[in-house]
């Protein structure tokens, strides 16, 4: 381990100001990834700030029927909430399908945003990884990249973003809040994980500012949820590929409907023009289908991935049919 300063942070703001002038500074609340990477030597932090104390752990239904989550609410506590269990299922269905229950224990909602890939170049320091030392190359597109990213990959990364929670978000359509040297701002969900493009080592929408907030808009009613997650073993595995589907129904037809992928691309992956050609079509599984093929026209595998794209067609289709089943199921 190497050396490294140690503060706590008693308010938002003093967290906020101690990461400035010192962007080697890291927060820490959970720390299931943090403290993996900088005993690897992967990440090393001038400063860990640690920000558990901070009034960040609720759940509030706000007026308008949205659901705002502490950045410092634990993963199994998000899984279990009453309104989360009612209102966005997806999000709990996720989150269950991921880690283990000793990690969701610890985890929390602003570190699973944070969380960083499970890439084995860059966790191996003697590895080329332009993400974790830009210009240095990337070994995993000539490697062993059988986990890799077959959507929004680049030359310079193909890393695949390794979150379950993440996935549901991107399909709900949340937001973002951040707290920093210049004040609060809000950001969609969708803006705040970046494609690799030529700058891997730059992930997030961050500017020197602190998660303090993910926000979920009204659900959708009636609501069918279905969260399918295809992997080398049933626990305690990332996803080879995810896919998380969420669609209301009327008399038969689709009405709203939301698809996110995951174990398949460098970000959280929103499936926008498939939710676009869904919508108004009888659910059943031509249309399924449909949507699925057109949510992968732009996959590009690699050596030793092809396999990922009919096997996230599979996940697509069954998440779709499942949600629409239980759509189905509520309307009665």
Same mark, same amino acid.
């Given at each position: ?258 698809? !996110? ?62 949600? !629409? ?8």
């Amino acid at each position: 381990m190497r050396t490294f300063a140690f503060a706590r942070a008693d308010s938002v703001a003093r967290a906020v100001a101690s990461r400035q002038g010192e962007p080697a500074s890291a927060f820490v609340a959970g720390g299931t990834t943090l403290l993996d990477l900088v005993k690897l030597d992967v990440m090393r932090p001038s400063r860990i700030i640690d920000i558990n104390a901070l009034p960040l752990k609720g759940i509030e239904r706000l007026h308008d029927d949205r659901l705002r989550i502490g950045a410092l609410v634990t993963n199994t506590d998000l899984a279990y909430h009453p309104d989360v269990l009612a209102d966005h299922p997806l999000l709990s269905q996720a989150i269950l399908a991921g880690a283990s229950s000793q990690v969701r224990n610890m985890a929390t909602t602003g570190g699973n945003l944070m969380q960083r890939t499970r890439c084995p170049y860059f966790r191996d320091a003697a590895a080329a990884c332009n993400k974790r030392a830009p210009g240095s190359g990337c070994d995993a597109r000539h490697g062993v990249n059988r986990m890799h990213a077959v959507l929004g990959g680049s030359s310079e990364c193909v890393a695949v973003h390794p979150s379950d929670m993440c996935v549901a978000l991107a399909a709900i359509g949340a937001t973002v809040t951040l707290h920093g040297p210049h004040g609060e701002r809000e950001i969609e969900f969708a803006d705040f994980h970046r494609l690799p493009g030529t700058t891997p080592h730059l992930e997030h929408a961050l500017d020197g500012e602190l998660i303090v907030a993910v926000t979920l808009p009204p659900p959708l009613k009636p609501l069918g949820t279905a969260y399918v997650k295809l992997r080398d073993r049933a626990c305690f595995e990332f996803a080879l590929a995810s896919a998380g589907a969420m669609l209301s129904l009327d008399e038969g037809l689709i009405g709203e409907v939301r698809l !996110a992928l995951g174990g398949v691309a460098t970000k959280p992956w929103h499936c926008r023009e498939a939710e676009a050609l869904l919508a108004g079509k009888r659910a059943e599984t031509g249309a399924f289908e449909a949507a699925a093929d057109l949510a992968l026209a732009d996959a590009r595998p690699l050596s030793h991935n092809a396999f990922k794209i009919p096997l996230a067609r599979q996940a697509i289709v069954r998440a779709l049919r499942d949600a !629409a089943c239980a759509a189905r199921e509520n309307d009665t």
